[in-house]
Protein backbone atom coordinates (compact mmCIF):
# COMPACT_ATOMS: atom_id res chain seq x y z
CA UNK A 1 0.00 0.00 0.00
CA UNK A 2 1.57 3.33 -0.51
CA UNK A 3 1.54 6.91 0.20
CA UNK A 4 -1.31 7.61 -2.57
CA UNK A 5 -3.86 4.86 -1.35
CA UNK A 6 -3.54 6.28 2.48
CA UNK A 7 -4.55 10.08 0.82
CA UNK A 8 -7.48 8.70 -0.67
CA UNK A 9 -8.68 6.87 1.62
CA UNK A 10 -7.98 9.71 4.35
CA UNK A 11 -10.28 11.94 1.86
CA UNK A 12 -12.86 9.36 1.52
CA UNK A 13 -13.52 9.19 5.36
CA UNK A 14 -13.39 13.38 5.80
CA UNK A 15 -15.45 13.87 3.05
CA UNK A 16 -17.85 11.13 4.91
CA UNK A 17 -17.64 12.98 8.34
CA UNK A 18 -18.18 15.92 6.53
CA UNK A 19 -21.43 15.14 5.03
CA UNK A 20 -22.61 13.33 8.10
CA UNK A 21 -21.76 16.96 9.87
CA UNK A 22 -23.59 18.85 7.16
CA UNK A 23 -26.86 16.13 7.58
CA UNK A 24 -27.08 16.82 11.43
CA UNK A 25 -26.84 20.99 10.79
CA UNK A 26 -29.62 20.25 8.24
CA UNK A 27 -31.53 18.06 10.43
CA UNK A 28 -31.35 20.47 13.96
CA UNK A 29 -32.64 23.37 11.75
CA UNK A 30 -35.42 21.35 10.58
CA UNK A 31 -36.38 20.16 14.11
CA UNK A 32 -35.71 24.03 15.25
CA UNK A 33 -38.12 25.43 12.82
CA UNK A 34 -40.96 22.60 13.87
CA UNK A 35 -40.32 24.08 17.52
CA UNK A 36 -40.95 27.43 16.60
CA UNK A 37 -44.07 27.04 14.95
CA UNK A 38 -45.38 24.09 17.67
CA UNK A 39 -44.71 26.71 20.07
CA UNK A 40 -46.36 29.56 17.95
CA UNK A 41 -49.21 27.40 17.89
CA UNK A 42 -49.78 26.88 21.61
CA UNK A 43 -48.93 30.30 22.73
CA UNK A 44 -52.19 31.21 19.85
CA UNK A 45 -54.18 28.30 21.43
CA UNK A 46 -53.77 29.66 25.11
CA UNK A 47 -54.72 33.11 23.87
CA UNK A 48 -57.85 32.02 22.41
CA UNK A 49 -58.58 30.03 25.33
CA UNK A 50 -58.03 33.36 27.47
CA UNK A 51 -60.38 35.25 25.20
CA UNK A 52 -63.13 33.02 25.19
CA UNK A 53 -63.35 33.19 29.29
CA UNK A 54 -62.63 36.67 28.96
CA UNK A 55 -65.82 37.08 26.78
CA UNK A 56 -67.65 34.98 29.17
CA UNK A 57 -66.77 37.27 31.90
CA UNK A 58 -67.87 40.48 30.52
CA UNK A 59 -70.91 38.90 29.23
CA UNK A 60 -71.41 37.76 32.77
CA UNK A 61 -70.31 41.39 34.15
CA UNK A 62 -72.98 43.11 31.99
CA UNK A 63 -73.24 46.05 29.74
CA UNK A 64 -70.80 48.83 30.02
CA UNK A 65 -67.59 46.38 31.50
CA UNK A 66 -64.67 46.07 29.48
CA UNK A 67 -60.99 44.12 29.66
CA UNK A 68 -58.06 44.95 27.43
CA UNK A 69 -56.20 41.81 26.23
CA UNK A 70 -52.35 42.19 24.22
CA UNK A 71 -51.21 39.54 22.49
CA UNK A 72 -48.16 37.40 24.02
CA UNK A 73 -46.71 37.19 20.74
CA UNK A 74 -44.04 39.72 20.28
CA UNK A 75 -45.29 40.90 16.43
CA UNK A 76 -42.66 42.11 13.81
CA UNK A 77 -43.66 45.05 10.96
CA UNK A 78 -45.63 42.87 8.12
CA UNK A 79 -47.30 40.20 11.13
CA UNK A 80 -50.35 40.39 12.35
CA UNK A 81 -53.22 38.73 14.62
CA UNK A 82 -56.99 38.76 13.88
CA UNK A 83 -59.79 38.31 16.55
CA UNK A 84 -62.90 37.85 15.06
CA UNK A 85 -66.24 36.90 17.12
CA UNK A 86 -68.53 35.55 14.81
CA UNK A 87 -71.93 35.41 15.52
CA UNK A 88 -72.92 33.11 12.81
CA UNK A 89 -71.57 30.40 14.22
CA UNK A 90 -71.05 31.22 17.85
CA UNK A 91 -67.10 30.86 18.03
CA UNK A 92 -63.90 33.07 18.79
CA UNK A 93 -61.36 32.89 15.94
CA UNK A 94 -58.17 34.04 15.84
CA UNK A 95 -56.25 33.94 12.54
CA UNK A 96 -52.37 35.02 12.84
CA UNK A 97 -49.34 35.84 10.20
CA UNK A 98 -46.46 35.27 12.19
CA UNK A 99 -43.14 34.70 10.28
CA UNK A 100 -44.54 34.10 7.10
CA UNK A 101 -46.73 30.98 8.25
CA UNK A 102 -50.77 31.23 8.85
CA UNK A 103 -52.32 29.87 12.07
CA UNK A 104 -55.66 29.46 13.14
CA UNK A 105 -57.21 28.49 16.35
CA UNK A 106 -61.22 28.65 16.73
CA UNK A 107 -63.13 28.61 19.65
CA UNK A 108 -66.76 27.58 20.77
CA UNK A 109 -68.34 30.38 23.07
CA UNK A 110 -71.02 28.90 25.61
CA UNK A 111 -72.69 33.00 25.38
CA UNK A 112 -74.94 34.36 22.85
CA UNK A 113 -73.08 37.10 20.27
CA UNK A 114 -75.59 39.58 18.33
CA UNK A 115 -73.54 40.83 15.66
CA UNK A 116 -69.75 39.50 13.76
CA UNK A 117 -66.82 41.63 15.29
CA UNK A 118 -63.39 41.81 14.45
CA UNK A 119 -60.47 43.55 15.34
CA UNK A 120 -56.66 42.87 13.91
CA UNK A 121 -53.56 42.95 16.08
CA UNK A 122 -50.26 44.13 14.74
CA UNK A 123 -46.40 45.33 16.52
CA UNK A 124 -47.88 48.86 16.69
CA UNK A 125 -51.13 48.10 18.13
CA UNK A 126 -50.73 44.67 19.71
CA UNK A 127 -53.63 45.37 21.88
CA UNK A 128 -57.31 44.88 22.01
CA UNK A 129 -60.42 45.91 23.95
CA UNK A 130 -63.53 42.97 24.90
CA UNK A 131 -66.71 45.45 25.23
CA UNK A 132 -70.08 44.26 26.74
CA UNK A 133 -73.11 46.52 26.25
CA UNK A 134 -76.94 46.64 26.70
CA UNK A 135 -78.90 46.63 24.07
CA UNK A 136 -81.88 47.71 24.94
CA UNK A 137 -84.22 46.88 21.55
CA UNK A 138 -83.16 42.99 22.33
CA UNK A 139 -83.17 43.22 26.20
CA UNK A 140 -79.90 41.57 25.94
CA UNK A 141 -75.95 41.94 26.82
CA UNK A 142 -73.86 42.89 23.62
CA UNK A 143 -70.22 41.36 23.26
CA UNK A 144 -67.72 42.74 20.60
CA UNK A 145 -63.93 42.83 20.34
CA UNK A 146 -62.81 46.49 19.30
CA UNK A 147 -58.95 48.02 18.80
CA UNK A 148 -60.06 51.25 20.80
CA UNK A 149 -60.95 52.26 24.22
CA UNK A 150 -64.51 52.10 25.43
Known amino acids: MGRGQISIDLLFAVTLVMLTVVSLINLSAQEMEGARVIDRTAQLK????????????????GGGFAVRKEVPLKLHPGENVRVTLDNSTNALVVTAWIGGKSYRVAQRLPVPLSKKTSVK?????????IIASYNETTGMVDVEVSGNRP
Not at 46 to 61: G, I, M
Open 46 to 61: VFAVELRDSVVKVYSS
Open 121 to 129: LTATDPSLW
